[in-house]
C-alpha cells in the first residue's frame, strides 16, 4: 500500500523567507508525485506534478519540487515567500498506471508580516 | 475552459436526514472522483467513475452513501441517512489521461 507523510502540520514563516515543505512517500514501485494547494473555502489547485525525466520540477507561483528516489522525498520549497503564499498545501502520491491519487495530511504554511 | 462546478457549497442538516451533492465535471473529462475531507486532514477517495461505469468504490460507506453518473457527465452524491462524522467537505475532481486531476470548490457538510 501507498503511504504520504507531510512531516510538519504547520510551518511559520515571515515574509520573504524560503520556505520548505516536507514530503515522504512509501512505495515499492514507480510513482507519480503532486503538490496541490487549498486556498480557504477553495478546492484543490495543482501546483506542480513528477511524472518522469528531471528531477527538479519547477510549477507555478515561483513553487519547485525535487523528486529524491533514494530518500522516497518530494520536498517543497520557495525561494522567497509572499503573504498570499499563506494556504494549505499537500502531497500526493498515484502508483503507476492507477489514476487514485492518495493524500498527506497537508502543511499549513502561514507567512508572516 | 470552465471549471468543475459543485453545488450547493454549504449544507446543514440534522443526523439521520440525507442530503445529495452535484458534479459536473470539465467538459470531455472522462474521469470523475469523490473525495471526502475532514478538516485537518488530507482528501481520501470515496469513488471513481470512468464515463458512466465505476472504477472504485472500495472506501465508500455503502450502507449510507451512493453514488451514480448518469451518461458520463454529471454526477451525484447521496448520503441516506447521515451520521455526525459525515461532516467533512465533499470534493468532486475530473481528470485526464495526463494524470492530472481538477478540483472543483467543494460542498461543506455540516451534521447536527
Known amino acids: 500500500a501507498q503511504s504520504v507523510t507531510q512531516l510538519d502540520s504547520q510551518v511559520p514563516v515571515f515574509e520573504e523567507a524560503p520556505v520548505e515543505l516536507r514530503c515522504n512517500y512509501s512505495?515499492?514501485?514507480?510513482?507519480?508525485l503532486f503538490w496541490y494547494v487549498q486556498y480557504p473555502n477553495q478546492g484543490l489547485q495543482l501546483l506542480l506534478k513528477y511524472l518522469s525525466g528531471s528531477t527538479l520540477v519547477k510549477g507555478i507561483n515561483g513553487f519547485e519540487a525535487e523528486f529524491n528516489k533514494s530518500q522516497t522525498s518530494f520536498h517543497l520549497r520557495k525561494p522567497s515567500v509572499h503573504i498570499s503564499d499563506t494556504a494549505e498545501y499537500f502531497c500526493?502520491?498515484?502508483?503507476?498506471?492507477?489514476?487514485?491519487?492518495?493524500f498527506g495530511s497537508g502543511t499549513q504554511l502561514t507567512v508572516l508580516p | 475552459e470552465a471549471g468543475v462546478a459543485q453545488s450547493p457549497r454549504y449544507k446543514i442538516i440534522e443526523k439521520r436526514q440525507s442530503v445529495a451533492f452535484w458534479c459536473n465535471p470539465i467538459s470531455g473529462h472522462a474521469t470523475l472522483y469523490w473525495y471526502q475531507q475532514i478538516l485537518g486532514q488530507g482528501p481520501k477517495l470515496l469513488i471513481q467513475f470512468q464515463n458512466n461505469g465505476v472504477v472504485d468504490d472500495s472506501q465508500l460507506p455503502k450502507d449510507r452513501f451512493s453514488a451514480e453518473r448518469l451518461k458520463g457527465v454529471d454526477s451525484t452524491l447521496k448520503i441516506q441517512p447521515a451520521k455526525l462524522e459525515d461532516s467533512a467537505v465533499y470534493l468532486c475532481?475530473?481528470?485526464?489521461?495526463?494524470?492530472?486531476?481538477?478540483f472543483g470548490p467543494g460542498t461543506r457538510l455540516t451534521v447536527t
Open positions: 512505495s515499492s514501485v514507480s510513482v507519480y
Open positions: 500526493a502520491v498515484r502508483l503507476g498506471s492507477a489514476r487514485q491519487l492518495t
Open positions: 475532481a475530473s481528470g485526464t489521461e495526463t494524470y492530472e486531476q481538477y
